[in-house]
């Protein structure tokens, strides 16, 4: 299947590391494909399924940057697997840290 036209501007060098080929079926059933990085795909849990935004919570960025280093542990190149998982855990405890501090 070719790569949905569009996606991203048709330049070389636009893909980094944190792209991801996503494939998934349109309204009408047919199989597509997308272009994603893992940034948009973070931002896209931000949000209801009616498409209201959800309210920022203590801990959002740190909870973020654990699942960045959780999907591809050791593949981004530079750091290692063991660096990337202790690096994940340290941001849950931040992000859990945070909820803590915020409740009433």
């Not at 996503?22 to 399924?49: H, M, P, T």
């Not at 542990?73 to 690096?87: A, F, S, V, W, Y």
Request: charged content about 20%.
């Amino acid at each position: 299947m070719p790569e949905t036209p569009g996606t991203y501007p048709n330049t070389a060098g636009w893909k980094t590391k944190y792209h991801r080929l996503i494939w998934g079926r349109n309204a009408d059933g047919e199989a597509v494909q997308v272009w994603v990085d893992v940034y948009n795909s973070l931002e896209s849990f931000k949000f209801n399924q009616d498409g209201t935004p959800l309210p920022y919570q203590p801990g959002d960025v740190a909870i973020d940057h654990a699942v960045k280093k959780l999907l591809c542990p050791g593949q981004r190149g530079g750091k290692g697997r063991l660096q990337d998982l202790t690096e994940a855990l340290i941001s849950v405890q931040r992000a859990i840290d945070a909820t803590i501090l915020d409740a009433p």
